[in-house]
């Protein structure tokens, strides 16, 4: 049996790809998420109920003897790489993938009704860990006196989507919180289409999950890393076809804007960047899937790659598009707060730097 990774994209795959995509043109147009951003619900409800419930995208990683569709981080990837496209206002990555990572690594019946109840796509799971704790970073917990919890934690992204929180205490474990148990403040955010939150706990009660909330922490935000970078190809790979497309529309001295040497070049290096993107995001979403030895270096060249590669594209896409790319009624500007967000989600890719540093062992002097 060859250990390769695999980083072309199967037939069902790509027909995922497809569906998600036909999905996202008809729910998800830019216009209206420019509109829900102005508006106090960031989140589209309606959007996510037809992807978790009606696609049954949010059970994707979730065996089905546990009541997912038993798919693998493969899948999903290729609907991230889709939201990324489209800078859809879902909690899919933080629910469908962080935090059910983290359910899978506990045991007991209240996590397993948990996980299945996230598989499902009527509840929506948020980690409460600051959405820039990358794995195996240092990060917050809070206290346990009396059985409930206390103490506050910031930088909580789609913490408002939530219907219930998993919370790491100072006693070693992971807890389920109810969302209307706590406060939940919203913060100010770049991205406003992953809005985050301040969440306050006074005396708010929790059901164990784990003894081991570090280790379901670490499988959760590595997980988040990694497939972070499928979402960030999906923002690299728009911004620089809709770029293209418009490049060849605009006429400038009677010409085509994009047959001028110099816009060519730019181009032509943002192309080259995101084909090295989807290669190191494709490995890190095999390697996950099939638990690699290599996972955790997989995810470090991922997120060390990818995340600047989208910056970089989303920042060209609103430069080349001129005037017109720096109105709010145009989305590049979506695809750019985004891409800024992301490079510090999890980790920023210096930090990611550091640790294949230390996996390869090549540390600094």
């Known amino acids: 049996m060859s250990t390769e990774p695999d980083l072309l994209y199967t037939e069902e795959e790509e027909a995922l790809r497809a569906a998600v995509r036909d999905l996202l043109t008809d729910r998800c147009a830019a216009a209206d998420v420019i509109t829900r951003t102005e508006s106090g619900t960031p989140h589209d409800a309606d ?66 009704e948990l996980l299945a109840a996230l598989a499902s796509g009527r509840t929506v799971g948020a980690l409460a860990v600051a959405l820039n704790a990358g794995p195996g970073a240092a990060h917050r917990a809070v206290r346990l006196e009396n059985g409930s919890l206390h103490g506050e934690l910031t930088g909580i992204a789609d913490a ?66 990694g497939l972070l970078a499928s979402e960030q190809l999906g923002i690299a790979d728009h911004s620089l076809t809709e770029t293209v497309r418009y490049l060849k529309e605009r006429k400038q001295f009677n010409r085509p804007v994009g047959g001028f040497q110099a816009l060519k070049h730019r181009l032509a290096q943002v192309w080259l960047e995101v084909v090295g993107a989807r290669a190191a995001a494709r490995n890190a979403a095999d390697a996950l899937a099939t638990a690699s030895a290599d996972a955790d270096l997989a995810v470090a ?33 979506l695809h750019l707060k985004r891409a800024k967000a992301d490079s510090i989600a999890y980790g920023t890719a210096g930090a990611h730097r550091e640790a294949l540093a230390e996996l390869v062992d090549l540390r600094a002097p």
Not at 100 to 105: M, S
Not at 190 to 212: C, E, K, M, S, V
Not at 301 to 318: F, G, L, R, S
């Open 301 to 333: 060249v991922a997120q060390a790659y990818a995340a600047p590669v989208a910056v970089h594209a989303a920042e060209e896409a609103v430069q080349l598009h001129g005037g017109i790319g720096m109105t709010w009624e145009h989305p590049a500007h």
């Open 47 to 112: 959007l996510w109920k037809a992807l978790a419930e009606g696609m049954g995208l949010a059970g994707l990683l979730v065996p089905e003897e546990r009541g997912g569709q038993g798919a693998t981080h493969r899948e999903a990837a290729v609907v991230l790489e889709e939201l990324g496209r489209a800078v859809a206002p879902v909690p899919y990555l933080t629910s469908a993938v962080v935090a059910t990572e983290a359910l899978l690594a506990c045991e007991g019946p209240a996590a397993a």
């Open 160 to 225: 408002a989507a939530a219907d219930v929180l998993l919370v790491p205490a100072e006693d070693g474990g992971l807890y389920a919180v109810d969302a209307d148990a706590v406060t939940i403040v919203p913060q100010v955010s770049l991205d406003q289409t992953r809005p985050l939150a301040r969440i306050t706990f006074d005396a708010a009660p929790g059901r164990r999950l784990t003894a081991d909330a570090p280790g379901a922490v670490r499988r959760a935000l590595r997980a988040g890393a």
